[in-house]
């Protein structure tokens, strides 16, 4: 399903984590586990599959910073997709670390042995995430049907590509599909309806709350020039060979610790641009780095929306999804800094 949901990282994560999340219990999964499942088939599949949101993105911004010419900024990004290590060596991981090719080490373990043993998938400490979302189970009398799952899935995907992959209009028309639907087919009464509704939203409070909290933090670093100050640190000691490694090591520290993916590759590009130009450098390879290093810092970070949306969806903590992660993500990092390290080189 997180190959499936491709077209943006937030629908990914959102719509997985909350329909796997019983199913995995029933197998003696714990919620981190689920929750790095779904992390981590989340952004790197929507940055490595170029239908998606990251590519009309970030296809944007790179015509628009001279990188590519005019119409061509997607395919420049395609172009990049093979030299994107981080994504592809997150996606790899995934299937080594569930058919246990590599054991389980970390915290990750812990939470897995505690599953598995004590059959407590959920980690202490986040049973109030179930309470808040219990509204979500299904009566006793309900009768399920697999397209009462599937339609409502496959027309947030169509229509967030048939609106320019406008995600949140996607959201609108299926949610406007789904209220119709189930009032006609009388699968809920309409006090039904909209009390789910009410309750969908006070789920997500928590949620939100963390976000702001987030973006609040990635504006005062913003207006502080933390970007622009560790790029000019380190702008001396670049080399053409060493660009790559540089920007991707520097710029995933400063998209880890701001908790921002997208907002520092904006800041960002403009100076990768500048400098892989003046230096000769592949900027094919440059692009792969720059966007490697967006999506660690979405995909490790403690307090980065996709850590606090898959947490919430898959039912623990955003510290206790990011906590188990953390090692697997710098696992991935490390293979990533070394390939772009080799690379440059060749």
């Given at each position: 399903m997180g190959i499936i949901l491709f077209v943006d990282d937030y629908l990914n994560s959102l719509a997985v984590g909350t329909s796997m999340r019983k199913v995995t219990d029933?197998?003696?999964?714990?919620?981190?586990?689920?929750?790095?499942?779904?992390?981590?088939?989340?952004?790197?599949?929507?940055?490595?599959?170029?239908?998606?949101?990251?590519?009309?993105?970030?296809?944007?911004?790179?015509?628009?910073?001279?990188?590519?010419?005019?119409?061509?900024?997607?395919?420049?990004?395609?172009?990049?997709?093979?030299?994107?290590?981080?994504?592809?060596?997150?996606?790899?991981?995934?299937?080594?670390?569930?058919?246990?090719?590599?054991?389980?080490?970390g915290p990750m373990k812990k939470a897995e042995q505690r599953a598995e043993k004590q059959g407590q998938c959920v980690p202490p400490g986040a049973e109030?995430?179930?309470?808040?979302?219990?509204?979500?189970?299904?009566?006793?009398?309900?009768?399920?049907?697999?397209?009462?799952?599937?339609?409502?899935?496959?027309?947030?995907?169509?229509?967030?590509?048939?609106?320019?992959?406008?995600?949140?209009?996607?959201?609108?028309?299926?949610?406007?599909?789904?209220?119709?639907?189930?009032?006609?087919?009388?699968?809920?009464?309409p006090s039904q309806t909209f009390d789910n509704i009410l309750e969908g939203f006070k789920s997500m409070l928590d949620a939100l709350a963390v976000l702001v909290a987030a973006f609040l933090f990635n504006e005062v670093n913003t207006s502080l020039g933390l970007a622009d100050y560790v790029i000019t640190t380190v702008e001396p000691l670049v080399s053409a060979e060493m660009l790559p490694f540089i920007i991707f090591t520097v710029m995933g520290f400063v998209s880890f610790a701001t908790g921002s993916n997208w907002g520092v590759f904006v800041i960002i590009l403009p100076i990768v641009a500048v400098l892989g130009q003046n230096l000769g450098a592949d900027m094919t390879l440059v692009i792969g780095a720059t966007l490697s290093a967006s999506t660690f810092g979405s995909h490790a970070c403690f307090y980065s929306d996709a850590t606090v949306l898959t947490a919430q969806a898959s039912g623990c903590t955003p510290f206790q999804h990011a906590f188990t992660q953390l090692p697997y993500a710098a696992l991935a990092g490390c293979i990533a800094a070394a390939g772009y390290l080799v690379l440059g080189y060749m």
């Amino acid at each position: 399903m997180g190959i499936i949901l491709f077209v943006d990282d937030y629908l990914n994560s959102l719509a997985v984590g909350t329909s796997m999340r019983k199913v995995t219990d029933r197998f003696k999964t714990s919620r981190e586990m689920l929750a790095y499942v779904v992390d981590s088939t989340a952004a790197p599949i929507s940055v490595l599959i170029p239908i998606s949101t990251w590519a009309v993105f970030f296809g944007a911004l790179l015509e628009s910073n001279g990188v590519a010419e005019d119409g061509q900024g997607v395919w420049t990004y395609i172009q990049a997709i093979p030299f994107m290590f981080y994504p592809w060596v997150a996606v790899i991981l995934v299937p080594l670390f569930i058919l246990r090719w590599i054991p389980a080490f970390g915290p990750m373990k812990k939470a897995e042995q505690r599953a598995e043993k004590q059959g407590q998938c959920v980690p202490p400490g986040a049973e109030h995430i179930d309470d808040e979302i219990a509204h979500l189970e299904a009566d006793t009398h309900a009768k399920g049907s697999i397209w009462s799952f599937l339609l409502p899935m496959a027309s947030l995907a169509f229509f967030t590509w048939w609106f320019d992959l406008d995600f949140l209009m996607g959201i609108f028309v299926t949610l406007a599909g789904m209220i119709v639907a189930f009032i006609g087919f009388k699968k809920l009464s309409p006090s039904q309806t909209f009390d789910n509704i009410l309750e969908g939203f006070k789920s997500m409070l928590d949620a939100l709350a963390v976000l702001v909290a987030a973006f609040l933090f990635n504006e005062v670093n913003t207006s502080l020039g933390l970007a622009d100050y560790v790029i000019t640190t380190v702008e001396p000691l670049v080399s053409a060979e060493m660009l790559p490694f540089i920007i991707f090591t520097v710029m995933g520290f400063v998209s880890f610790a701001t908790g921002s993916n997208w907002g520092v590759f904006v800041i960002i590009l403009p100076i990768v641009a500048v400098l892989g130009q003046n230096l000769g450098a592949d900027m094919t390879l440059v692009i792969g780095a720059t966007l490697s290093a967006s999506t660690f810092g979405s995909h490790a970070c403690f307090y980065s929306d996709a850590t606090v949306l898959t947490a919430q969806a898959s039912g623990c903590t955003p510290f206790q999804h990011a906590f188990t992660q953390l090692p697997y993500a710098a696992l991935a990092g490390c293979i990533a800094a070394a390939g772009y390290l080799v690379l440059g080189y060749m």
